[in-house]
């Protein structure tokens, strides 16, 4: 008989297991049960929900000995079928607290993200740094692998708890994070807040989600653990794997055909003085029924969303008159450059759909800075190096109208606009006011106004006069001609603006 020497291994294999155990089971069964009755999904098991089923491959299991995982599970998985790289700090195991150990594996994380160039998805829920005698001067920071990560791989975060400090930082880094009711997201927990300032506040009232909605520091709240998660799925299906791959095309089917839109002339009143709810625009221009909306909550009077058009993924920013009459302000135009930088970054075409009466004047936009996040929408525009296609539907006036890419010889690849759209410097009404212009001229101005878009088209202000009709069509006609362009491998894109 062969010589076999599988006996010499149980011992072996058997203290591995046991050591498995331990990690695998987190902070024990009565945390855990703590944990669940909360409604809240344990570190593993969101991972286990978020993956495709049997794809995960954890690294790093015994690293922290004792402390189960060293409380940050981390490994890599697929996501409809595509690699993606992700770490679930483990709130049960030391309240998710980050040690040497623990940042090492953080590291490891973002580094292997950018080695394999794919996307990286972190799910919060710890305390920040754990208080021990370790020394963390030269401990390499997960933050700064994070960051060499920026704009080159996707990266997705979710708050599912109170996330403090250190960790807490991941987020606002992340192109996208999104938070479930539980979390909370603060630079310190409501005891630090207290001992060092002497104010008692709750974590909910501190960073919870209406806090980091408000402040743009989180960009979606969900209902739980699994729709936040299943948001994570819907965002990245939008993205490529990497800034050096072009975003994946969906299967064609019937909603990616061409078709005309003649729902468009009910939905948009020729008259300015009637709103409408932009989001029923993308209703019906782009594949139904398939738009994200990125952060909604947080400068409404733009609305961010990814779509697909005739199958290709697209970004949209349009105006929305709903709100403030489509007027930008400093939120609205912060978010939007967040969302062109992104979306430039993995080579997702830009989609502009144009209704405003400019920004948003008055005492209280300019002490918002309504200039200077109106001069970083700007900048993150022009500086794009995507696709860029643009209607103005009714409106553009003045510096709104060029940071939504109304403005000639800026490498757009088609610019649409409906007759009898409204352009120049401002409208007539506040022209004629400002020039304290008599009755007649005010008509003059109107009239003026009215004609201002065939007056651009005389002079090509713009491709193309277009029926309101005509609007998915010629935008899909444009995108696959734009989408030939790309007759080179893609690269990561260099950025030589500085940021206002």
């Given at each position: 008989?062969?010589?076999?020497y ?6 072996t294999?058997g203290?591995l ?5 331990v990690s695998?089971g987190m902070?024990?069964?009565e ?10 999904l344990d570190?593993?098991?969101?991972i ?5 089923p049997?794809?995960?491959q ?5 690293v ?8 940050i599970v ?19 195991t ?15 994380l973002?580094e292997?993200a950018?080695?394999t160039?794919?996307?990286m998805i ?8 754990r208080p021990?005698?370790d020394?963390?001067g030269r401990t390499?920071?997960?933050?700064l692998?994070?960051a060499?990560?920026?704009g ?16 807490a930082l ?8 999104v938070m479930?009711?539980h979390?909370?997201?603060?630079t310190a ?5 207290k001992q060092s300032t002497g104010?008692?506040i ?8 209406d ?5 743009g ?6 209902d739980d ?6 948001a994570?799925?819907?965002y990245l299906?939008y993205f ?14 019937d909603?990616c055909e061409?078709?005309e ?6 939905i948009?009143?020729?008259d300015n ?7 029923d ?14 952060q909604?909550e947080?400068g409404?009077a733009?609305?961010?969303?990814l779509a697909?058009?005739?199958?290709h993924?697209?970004a949209?920013v349009?105006?929305?008159p709903?709100v403030l ?5 400093a939120d ?5 450059a ?13 989609i ?7 920004m ?5 936009s300019?002490q918002g ?23 103005t539907?009714?409106?553009a006036?003045g ?7 109304l ?7 088609a610019?649409f606009?409906?007759p ?5 410097a401002m409208g007539?009404?506040a022209m ?15 009239e ?9 088209a005389e ?5 193309e ?9 010629v935008?899909?006609t ?5 989408l030939?362009?790309r007759q080179?491998a893609p690269?990561?894109v ?7």
């Amino acid at each position: 008989m062969p010589v076999t020497y599988a006996d010499s291994w149980t011992e072996t294999l058997g203290d591995l297991e046991k050591r498995r155990h331990v990690s695998w089971g987190m902070g024990g069964p009565e945390r855990l049960e703590k944990h669940h009755a909360k409604g809240k999904l344990d570190a593993r098991a969101r991972i286990d929900y978020l993956l495709d089923p049997g794809t995960f491959q954890e690294f790093g299991t015994l690293v922290g000995g004792d402390i189960a995982a060293d409380a940050i599970v981390t490994g890599t998985g697929e996501i409809d079928g595509r690699p993606v790289l992700v770490g679930a700090e483990d709130f049960t195991t030391v309240a998710g607290t980050i040690a040497p150990g623990s940042n090492s594996k953080r590291y490891r994380l973002a580094e292997l993200a950018l080695r394999t160039k794919t996307p990286m998805i972190i799910l919060l829920e710890g305390a920040g740094f754990r208080p021990t005698g370790d020394h963390y001067g030269r401990t390499p920071t997960d933050l700064l692998a994070q960051a060499r990560c920026s704009g080159k791989i996707p990266m997705v975060s979710a708050v599912l708890g109170p996330s403090a400090g250190h960790g807490a930082l991941v987020s606002p880094v992340c192109d996208f994070s999104v938070m479930s009711p539980h979390g909370a997201i603060f630079t310190a927990g409501p005891p630090v807040v207290k001992q060092s300032t002497g104010e008692e506040i709750s974590k909910e009232d501190l960073g919870g989600p209406d806090i980091a909605l408000a402040s743009g520091v989180v960009h979606n709240v969900t209902d739980d653990d699994e729709t936040a998660l299943d948001a994570i799925r819907r965002y990245l299906s939008y993205f490529p794997s990497s800034a050096w791959s072009y975003p994946p095309s969906r299967r064609p089917d019937d909603s990616c055909e061409p078709r005309e839109t003649p729902e468009l002339l009910d939905i948009i009143s020729r008259d300015n003085k009637y709103v409408y709810d932009a989001r029923d625009v993308l209703d019906v221009v782009f594949d139904r029924p398939d738009w994200f909306e990125v952060q909604p909550e947080f400068g409404p009077a733009i609305i961010c969303a990814l779509a697909h058009l005739g199958g290709h993924p697209v970004a949209v920013v349009a105006n929305q008159p709903l709100v403030l009459a489509g007027s930008i302000d400093a939120d609205a135009a912060d978010k939007a450059a967040h969302f062109i930088t992104v979306a430039d970054s993995f080579h997702l075409p830009l989609i502009f759909l144009t209704d405003n009466p400019g920004m948003l004047p008055g005492s209280g936009s300019e002490q918002g800075g309504v200039l200077r996040s109106g001069a970083r929408m700007f900048a993150a525009q022009t500086a794009a190096t995507t696709l860029k296609l643009h209607v103005t539907l009714r409106k553009a006036f003045g510096f709104g109208s060029m940071v939504m890419s109304l403005l000639g010889f800026d490498d757009q690849i088609a610019t649409f606009a409906y007759p009898g759209a409204t352009m120049g410097a401002m409208g007539a009404a506040a022209m004629g006011q400002a020039t304290k212009a008599g009755e007649d001229f005010a008509t003059v101005l109107r009239e003026m106004e009215l004609a201002a878009s065939y007056s651009s088209a005389e002079h090509m202000g713009f491709d193309e006069m277009i029926d309101p009709r005509e609007t998915r069509n010629v935008l899909l006609t444009a995108l696959r001609r734009g989408l030939y362009s790309r007759q080179a491998a893609p690269e990561p894109v260099c950025r030589t603006t500085i940021t206002p």
